[in-house]
Structures are given as C-alpha cells and as structure tokens.
C-alpha cells in the first residue's frame, strides 16, 4: 500500500512539473570552459570573502527579527543573480544555533521545508536563513520559469548555478561564524541536497548536516530518471552522451569526493520509492561518505509532504542527540 501512494504521488508531482517545460533548446557546451571549472576542486569551491549584508523588511516578532538579506554573489552567473538572497527569522539571543535551508528543484515558493520544521525551531529559538536558489522565484529572469535555467542542458550554466549556490551559502556561514557566532545546521532538499552535501566537502564550520531526498549525480538524473526527461531529449538531439556529460559535471557530483566534517554529524534521508532521485543514485553517495546515518522511508519524494511528522520527528531526534 506504501508504495502505492508513493507511487501516486510521484506521478502527481510528476505531472505538475512537465505542465512547464523548456519549449526551445536550451543545449550549450564551451569546452574550454568546463575544463577550466573542473580543473581545482578548491577553486570551484574557493572560500569566499565575507559579505557585506543588507538587511531588509525588519520586523520585530517577540523575540525575533524577520525579514530579508542581500549582499552581492561572489560568482557571475547573470542580471538576476547579482544578489544572493535570503529570507530570515533571527532570535536575538547570545550564542545561537543557526539554521540554512536550501530548497528543491523547480520550487516557486519557499513552504516545503518551512512547513515540516519552522514552528519546531522557532520553538527552539533557533535563526533560520532560507537561502533561493540562482535562477529561482526573485533570482529566475522574467523570461523563464522558476528553475529553468538552473538545471539544463546547458552545462556551463549548471556548473556556474551550482558554484554559485556553495560561493553564497559560505559566504552566510563565514557571516555567522564570524559575527554572529554560535552552531550552523546546514539542511537542504532534493536539489538543494546536492548542493549542501558538496558545500560539506569543502565547508569546516558546519556543525550539522542533514540531506532530505538529495540528488547526487545530475548527468544520472538527466538521463535516468522522468523529472529529467526533457532535458535528456536536449542532449539527444546533439549525440551528447550521459558519459560524456557525466565527465563535464564531475566537480559537482558529490560521491566523488567526502564531506570534511565528522561522518557522525552527517544525518541522510531518502525514500525507497523515489522517482525523482533514484535509490541506485543516492546510494551510492551513501556508500562512498562511508555510510553515514541514513532514514530510508518507506515513501516517494512526496514523502515531504506524506510524511511530515516522521522527517520532523527523526531529523530533531538527531539534533537533539548532537547539539
């Protein structure tokens, strides 16, 4: 019956997601380019300078202060990139843990993480930074939809959106370390999985991290899985084969390497029945990090909305247990 409604709510989401998709082709490939961003894993993921903050729509919640903070992106990577973009709600008490979430692929609202965890650590009195993605809701041009760009076929630009998106979260985390002191939590979901999981393999000041239903190996999930299916028809039509793209996106697979950090700070979760990002694929970042606490749940990627209170229950059980 579980995977039943895994299954169900899978091809739901799966059908919501192919209502918009790229109508031209969007496929482009400067090899030298490439070449030069897999060259140096430390330079792909140089440490960036601290940011000069703006902080924005301060309003005063009880104990907290929310709004939203800019500062400028360490990395060019197009007009509606120049800032990396925040949204926070920071409690004003001395040697806070603070908490970065990183949303999913193709999102145009920032509600699914925040509805599984928010009230709990603003219970906690815990800060939270919610992080968009380049290319996502106030960073995606007015020409495309929330995502499109972000992850294509155009394999500089997903490059250059995932180095931007480790270049501007460490810039907030070398902000918080640095002024604002106390523990980060780094969490992220599906796509922004990935992306949390490579900034641990270069970020020492992570206290915590916990993926949810990560993506690993994008060329994997371009030509693998269905959410990839009309990114995949782009590389087809130019006889670009899944290893070759597997070469050029190298750097930003994350099994290739291993996080910096303690593997037992290092809290993994996956669904069994997921269609969006395979168990074959996920599995093998598990097994390369050297097996590091894993949740497999009995449930798709809706599983982050099907089942709530079980990510909530287990993923605070962790912290709890470790900060």
């Given at each position: 019956?579980?995977?039943?409604?895994?299954?169900?709510?899978?091809?739901?989401?799966?059908?919501?997601?192919?209502?918009?998709?790229?109508?031209?082709?969007?496929?482009?490939?400067?090899?030298?380019?490439?070449?030069?961003?897999?060259?140096?894993?430390?330079?792909?993921?140089?440490?960036?300078?601290?940011?000069?903050?703006?902080?924005?729509?301060?309003?005063?919640?009880?104990?907290?202060?929310?709004?939203?903070?800019?500062?400028?992106?360490?990395?060019?990577?197009?007009?509606?990139?120049?800032?990396?973009?925040?949204?926070?709600?920071?409690?004003?008490?001395?040697?806070?843990?603070?908490?970065?979430?990183?949303?999913?692929?193709?999102?145009?609202?920032?509600?699914?993480?925040?509805?599984?965890?928010?009230?709990?650590?603003?219970?906690?009195?815990?800060?939270?930074?919610?992080?968009?993605?380049?290319?996502?809701?106030?960073?995606?041009?007015?020409?495309?939809?929330?995502?499109?760009?972000?992850?294509?076929?155009?394999?500089?630009?997903?490059?250059?959106?995932?180095?931007?998106?480790?270049?501007?979260?460490?810039?907030?985390?070398?902000?918080?370390?640095?002024?604002?002191?106390?523990?980060?939590?780094?969490?992220?979901?599906?796509?922004?999985?990935?992306?949390?999981?490579?900034?641990?393999?270069?970020?020492?000041?992570?206290?915590?991290?916990?993926?949810?239903?990560?993506?690993?190996?994008?060329?994997?999930?371009?030509?693998?899985?269905?959410?990839?299916?009309?990114?995949?028809?782009?590389?087809?039509?130019h006889d670009f084969s899944v290893n070759l793209l597997n070469d050029?996106?190298?750097?930003?697979?994350?099994?290739?390497?291993?996080?910096?950090?303690?593997?037992?700070?290092?809290?993994?979760?996956?669904?069994?029945?997921?269609?969006?990002?395979?168990?074959?694929?996920?599995?093998?970042l598990w097994e390369n990090w050297g097996e590091p606490k894993r949740?497999?749940?009995?449930?798709?990627?809706?599983?982050?909305?099907?089942?709530?209170?079980?990510?909530?229950?287990?993923?605070?059980?962790?912290?709890?247990?470790?900060?």
């Amino acid at each position: 019956m579980k995977r039943i409604i895994a299954t169900i709510g899978d091809n739901y989401g799966i059908y919501d997601l192919h209502k918009q998709y790229s109508k031209i082709d969007q496929f482009y490939y400067n090899e030298k380019e490439v070449q030069e961003l897999n060259s140096e894993y430390y330079k792909f993921c140089f440490r960036p300078n601290m940011p000069e903050i703006k902080f924005e729509n301060n309003m005063r919640q009880g104990v907290y202060l929310n709004g939203k903070l800019e500062f400028s992106s360490q990395i060019e990577n197009g007009d509606s990139n120049k800032k990396a973009i925040f949204y926070y709600n920071l409690c004003k008490e001395e040697e806070n843990i603070n908490v970065i979430m990183i949303h999913g692929w193709r999102s145009e609202q920032l509600n699914r993480l925040e509805s599984i965890f928010l009230e709990s650590f603003i219970n906690k009195r815990y800060s939270i930074y919610r992080y968009i993605l380049p290319f996502h809701m106030e960073r995606c041009p007015s020409t495309s939809y929330s995502g499109e760009y972000f992850f294509s076929s155009n394999i500089n630009r997903t490059l250059k959106s995932v180095q931007q998106c480790i270049s501007d979260v460490r810039a907030l985390i070398r902000h918080i370390k640095e002024n604002e002191k106390g523990k980060v939590i780094l969490m992220g979901l599906s796509l922004g999985g990935l992306v949390t999981n490579l900034i641990c393999e270069f970020e020492k000041d992570i206290d915590l991290l916990i993926s949810l239903f990560y993506a690993n190996n994008l060329a994997f999930t371009a030509f693998k899985s269905i959410p990839g299916k009309f990114i995949k028809e782009d590389f087809c039509k130019h006889d670009f084969s899944v290893n070759l793209l597997n070469d050029c996106w190298r750097i930003i697979n994350p099994s290739l390497r291993k996080p910096i950090i303690d593997l037992d700070r290092v809290f993994l979760i996956s669904g069994v029945y997921d269609k969006y990002v395979l168990g074959e694929d996920t599995d093998i970042l598990w097994e390369n990090w050297g097996e590091p606490k894993r949740s497999l749940l009995e449930c798709g990627h809706s599983g982050i909305v099907l089942n709530k209170k079980q990510i909530r229950n287990e993923t605070l059980e962790f912290i709890n247990k470790r900060i």
